[in-house]
């Protein structure tokens, strides 16, 4: 299914990543993932790019951007500027816009170069499409759920069968999408924060209790973990605090490294999915939105 | 913003819909052992290269131009090798697998196709690929 082709409203799904919000045709999977871009490709090839990043002042232009975009040398393909169809005019209400197309080699695409005055975030979308054939009535339909910024101070990341909302303080610093493991990395003011996802539970804790295998799965993890309920699921949590007395609390002050560690593991019998989130660093507890991050990371 | 910097997407696509629509057939010399845990262990034979076997031969070792190695495979791998029944493509397998294993399909296709890869370096199938699709397998 291309952008092109109609899609009905029930096989749609969300899409968000690292600040950048969607809904797209489930059929289109996430084939290539960087810290600002998605290449979403349907089973017939690539049907979607996003690019986005930080603009250089409020009311930039998305002309001067796509100016910009314009190859210096090598094969050139001209970047048209086209007036946005009216579907994606009134899906892009809020963004001072940016359509245009090309077209080389038995590739086309149509996008735009969208800038918000709001978050101040410029954003390239475009939608590949047989050439001489124009977007479709799902690329209208991908741009009318398009949001870069929330209200909240939440960040939405829902890619593949995983969906976390993370406090907007932390900063996505990597990602791994690996077969049977998933690992999204992220740094917050003197704090470090991983979330784990394994799969399958079945598999994984066939001849190993969740203890043993979280112990395992989750560097640094030692000593007896305490049992855990996260939402309906049951779940293990290892902590790790410095010591409070002494010549070593001074000492630990003085070192650098995480002094204060969080590692939770819990288990998604119904999905065979194995979640994690690991949280060290120097500043000290409570925590009081890891229970709600807990609870809110599920696989879909 | 390098954006429109030259993609192989249409080949590799194009390698990949062809891949996927192989079915994967196995060697008829693999015996399979069932373990007490459920998993499969393959003993299959495998050529001996000549410098090897006549090294062997000086050390004392019997004269065989055929030794027999053994694969043991976990329980992904178990099931994988039961799913291959010469009939199913490999779409079919990584569908049948996902199932199973209530995998993403795309991280189904990666353990598979990587599962099947390693099978074939070592003997253990063919792919059959479908007429007319021969073309596609040869790019990368």
């Known amino acids: ?300 | 913003m390098k954006v429109f910097k030259r993609r192989k997407t249409a080949e590799t696509d194009a390698a990949r819909a062809a891949s996927l629509a192989c079915r994967p057939t196995k060697n008829p010399e693999v015996q399979e052992s069932p373990l007490d845990s459920g998993e499969l262990l393959l003993a299959y034979p495998v050529k001996v290269r000549p410098w090897f076997g006549s090294l062997a031969r000086r050390l004392g070792a019997p004269a065989t131009e055929v030794q027999t190695r053994r694969l043991q495979l976990d329980t992904l791998g178990t099931a994988a090798w039961r799913l291959l029944d010469g009939r199913r493509t490999v779409a079919g397998v990584v569908r049948a697998f996902a199932r199973e294993f209530q995998l993403h399909p795309r991280e189904a296709e990666v353990s598979v196709t990587r599962f099947l890869k390693e099978l074939g370096k070592r003997g253990l199938i063919g792919l059959k690929a479908p007429p007319g699709e021969l073309k596609g397998l040869g790019k990368k």
């Open chain 1, 1 to 300: 299914m291309s952008p092109v082709d109609p899609t009905p409203a029930a096989d749609w799904r969300e899409t968000a990543w690292n600040g950048v919000r969607l809904r797209v045709p489930a059929r289109w999977e996430p084939r290539e993932v960087g810290r600002r871009y998605l290449l979403l490709a349907s089973p017939d090839g690539p049907a979607m790019e996003l690019r986005w990043g930080p603009a250089a002042r409020k009311h930039a232009d998305p002309a001067d951007y796509l100016r910009r975009l314009q190859p210096r040398k090598g094969p050139r393909r001209l970047i048209r500027p086209i007036a946005l169809p009216a579907a994606w005019q009134k899906a892009l209400t809020g963004f001072a816009c940016q359509g245009f197309s090309w077209s080389a080699g038995g590739q086309a695409a149509s996008g735009a170069v969208l800038c918000c005055p709001v978050c101040r975030k410029a954003t390239l979308v475009q939608f590949f499409h047989p050439p001489g054939v124009g977007a479709g009535p799902t690329a209208a339909g991908v741009l009318s759920a398009f949001r870069d910024h929330g209200p909240a101070p939440i960040v939405v990341y829902a890619l593949f069968d995983i969906r976390a909302e993370v406090p907007a303080i932390f900063q996505l610093a990597g990602q791994r999408f690996e077969a049977g493991y998933f690992e999204l990395v992220f740094k917050g003011p003197r704090q470090r924060l991983v979330l784990h996802r394994w799969g399958p539970a079945g598999v994984l804790l066939q001849q190993t209790a969740l203890a043993t295998l979280g112990r395992r799965l989750l560097p640094g993890s030692d000593g007896r973990p305490e049992d855990l309920a996260i939402g309906p699921h049951q779940g293990l949590e290892w902590s790790q605090d410095p010591p409070q007395r002494g010549w070593r609390r001074w000492w630990g002050r003085l070192t650098p490294g995480e002094r204060y560690r969080r590692y939770r593991i819990w288990h998604l019998p119904q999905r065979n999915r194995l979640l994690g989130v690991s949280l060290e660093g120097r500043l000290a507890p409570p925590y009081p939105w890891l229970n709600a991050l807990c609870q809110a990371y599920e696989s879909l």
